[in-house]
Structures are given as C-alpha cells and as structure tokens.
C-alpha cells in the first residue's frame, strides 16, 4: 500500500469514526526513540543579601570566574561570598526541541547558602550525558520559600529559600537528533507490558491498514509500517496514535502501604472459601503512689509504697467467612462489617495470603 492511500485510507476513517469507550493508542504507548533528555549544569547565583554560603568551592569558582575576566586576586586573600552562592542547575530536554527555544530551569544551592530569593543566575552551560553543551542559563531567579532569624537564635523558614526556578531561563543551543524519520517503520512502545494489550493494538491496527502492517516484538514493542517522507510520517502518526485500543485488565494485586495504613485492592482479586477471625488484647498497667506518713511525735519517716494494677482486657473476636471465588465489593462489604482498622486489615490480607486462599499479588510498600 502506497504512502499516499496510507494517507487518504485514514483521512476517511477520522471522518467516519465515531467515539468509543476505549483508550486512545496515545494514551496506551510512547513512540520509541522520541524521549525527553537530562540536563545539569554548575554555576553561581550572586547579588545576594548576605545569605550566600562559605563553601570552599565556592570561593575557588568565584576566583576563576574573576580571572576570566581578566581580575587577579591575590593570594592568600579570600574574597567574602557572603552574597555568592554555588548552585547547580538542571532543566529537561523535551523531544524535539529547537535551537533558539527555552527551557525552564531548577537552581538549588550546594553550599550551606540561607537563602538564594533576590540571586542572579550568571551564564551557566547545561550539559547532557555525553559531556556536550545543549543549553545555556541565566536569569533572575523565583524563590517560594523564604526564612528569618532573631539576634537570639530563633529562625522560621516557610517552603525551601534555597532553591529557586528561573522561567525560560535557559536557550537551547544544540538539537538532539532524533530517530525519528530514520527506517521504514515506528515502534510503539507500551507504557505498561502486557501480552494481552499488545496483541489487540496489533490487532486494532491491522483490522485498520491491513494485515501485516504492524507486529508486535514482546510484551512491549510494537512495530508499524510507515512512510519515509517525514510529513506524511507525521500525518501518520497523528491519526494512528488515536485509534481506540481496548487495554487488557490488569493482574490481580492487593497494595498495601505500611506506612500511611493505606490498602487498595485491584479489581480481579478473589478470595477463596476461608474463615477469618481478628481479636486484640489490651494490656493497662495502672501505677498509683501512696505515701504512709507517721503519727505525729511518733519519731517515724515518711513513706511512698507503689501500689501497680494491672488489668487484661481482650476484646471479643468476631469471625467473619469469605465464600467461594468472593468479588472485590464482598471484601469490602465483610471488612466494613467488621469494623476492622487499617492495620488489622494488612494483617489479614497476610495471613489469607499466607493460607493461599487469597488470589492475588500481595504487594507491601
């Protein structure tokens, strides 16, 4: 099939479709090679109101930046950075981004700097994983946070004072190539592996093109048959990524997050025929003093003589039965029975997975 009834077959088809009750294939996959890129870089913020650092690195950095310009400063004199601050600055590269085009940008402090509100980035290059210069920065930056400090001592600090963002603070300088328009097809990647998902976009896309016109590699890869003219790539693409994928159900998990008590239960879990009972034993222990005073002129000492009580109380267990093959709204609906906190549900979940009787992954965080 040519490129051009590519082209025309879909042109027909988004005129026709109607909305479907299913997620869009750009919702489901990214395009492989078409990626954002990290970028940091090291640099100093100055015009600070005495809040800078006194890192030694950050006096060095200020001296090679003043021979730069052509200002010596004599050994063994150490220039006060009280309104310098070294910072490092990182930005994201998006895919493609342009010579010329801005970036917003992160500055943080790496010294002991109190605050960086009121700075001035200088020109920082932004460099990324192969050592290369792809942006420059500077600007002034905008600083949330803020803090202040009595002659006392006391201090507040409100948010984070040091660290700052710079909007379109940073001009991109070099382009990323992109694969992009490079080869005869355009893998597709899912954003979460699953055989079954893969096969229906398969299927979703050659019911569309015809068959053989895309195949899938594993659980994640997906490669499609496309044009080499770039803008018919691009008009390709457009409309392929808003085909209507039904995505598989996902596997049965049980997550539990240990530290905020949270529990969420996913949508296929079922448990086996079981019986479950939860009891807590309280332990109170009461101390109580009392003091023995002599009678007077008796010639006697006073006298504290502990008196502990303690007392074991253990609540009544209340047992409860998971039928055969019991739906997520059963769960729910038995453990709200019960009236069982958080943690008393973790620990059932536990010892039902440890029964085998529950059907799912049991994941802790």
Sequence with gaps: MSAVRILATFL??????????????????????????????????VGLDGTGDSAPFTSQTFRNMMNR??????????????????????????????????LDITVSSLGNADSLRGGTLLMTPLKGADDQVYAMAQ???????????GQDGSRITVNV????????GATIEREVTSPFTEGD???????RADFTTARR?????NGFLGEGMAYAHDATSISVKAPRDPSQRVSFLSILENLDVDPAQEAAKVVINSRTG??????NVEVSPAAVTHGNLTVTIQENLQVDQPNPFAGGETVVTPNTQIAVTEDPARMFQFGPATTLNEIVQAVNQVGAAPGDVMAVLEALKQAGALRAELIVI
């Design 262 to 267: 949270t529990i969420v239960v996913g949508q």
């Design 12 to 45: 027909m088809f988004a005129l026709v479709s109607g909305p479907v009750l299913a997620d869009r294939l750009k919702d489901l996959t990214r395009v492989k090679g078409v990626r954002d890129n990290q970028l940091v870089g090291y640099g100093l913020v």
């Design 69 to 102: 310009f052509g200002i010596t400063i004599p050994e063994g004199v150490n220039p006060d950075t009280d309104n310098v601050a070294a910072v490092s600055v990182h930005a994201t590269l998006p895919a493609f981004a342009k010579n010329g085009q801005t």
């Design 185 to 191: 097809t355009i893998t597709l990647n899912l954003l």
């Design 201 to 205: 976009v398969v299927e979703t896309i």
């Design 161 to 168: 004072p040091s660290v700052g963002r710079i909007p379109n």
């Design 139 to 149: 600007g002034s930056l905008v600083v949330g946070g803020f803090g202040a400090q």
